[in-house]
């Protein structure tokens, strides 16, 4: 399996996860000082958000990286956990914010069981304007637009991870609503390796929300 060593990556962290509706959030710490938020939707399985954060720096915290979110937002990683301080302080500090223009181009990125979408809004050129091509020296697919306001490298880390590179022919591309809506067809590869990382945090203890479950009292 090519996607090995990413799973083994994910072993190697410590782990603490959280329920919050039908939200799991999953908040990883490697040994290199990397730390990785997800969440996933519990009714499909399928990963809504991840972000990065690097290792610290010598004035303060470092900025989270969003890697995959339909929408920037906050994030807020407070569990309202009470049993230990070790437990708190492992969800503690994790908050970030991501801003965003009202008129500047934005990129985007979301799962689907089938498919990687990227959506990049406030682009209102007509389609044959623009230029998608999947580039496998860069390791992403390269967007650029004829009229030369638009170029952006977007990488794939999903393949990546399994040592694949992107295919042409995996790629369609939309344009509605001044979104350019650019669509991956996942390999067989990414949807084994996203099973795998399933089955991993089955492992993974797992507690509730306070707010979810303080509700869940109150209406009983």
């Known amino acids: 399996m090519s996607y090995q060593n ?22 990883y710490k490697f040994a290199d000082g990397q730390q990785m938020s997800e969440e996933y939707n519990m009714d499909t399985g399928i990963v809504q958000r991840r972000a990065w954060r690097k290792c610290k720096q010598l004035m303060g915290e470092p900025e989270w990286e969003i890697e995959l979110g339909e929408e920037p937002r906050q994030l807020n990683w407070s569990a309202n956990k009470t049993n230990g301080a070790g437990d708190s302080d492992a969800m503690a500090g994790a908050e970030f914010t991501v801003r965003e223009s009202n008129t500047a181009p934005l990129l985007t990125k979301r799962i689907t069981k089938k498919n990687i979408e990227w959506r990049i809004r406030n682009m209102p050129y007509p389609l044959d304007v623009y230029n998608v091509k999947a580039q496998a020296e860069k390791r992403a697919i390269v967007v650029s637009t004829s009229n030369k306001k638009y170029y952006k490298v977007i990488p794939v880390p999903e393949l990546d991870r399994c040592g694949v590179p992107p295919q042409q022919s995996s790629i369609t591309v939309h344009h509605q609503f001044n979104t350019l809506i650019i669509t991956y067809s996942k390999p067989d590869i990414i949807c084994e390796m996203e099973a795998q990382v399933l089955m991993l945090l089955k492992d993974v203890e797992t507690e ?13």
């Open 6 to 27: 990413w799973i083994n990556y994910l072993k190697s962290a410590e782990k603490n996860s959280i329920v919050s509706g039908r939200i799991r959030k999953v908040l």
């Open 208 to 220: 509730t929300s306070m707010d979810d479950l303080l509700k869940g009292l109150m209406a009983k």
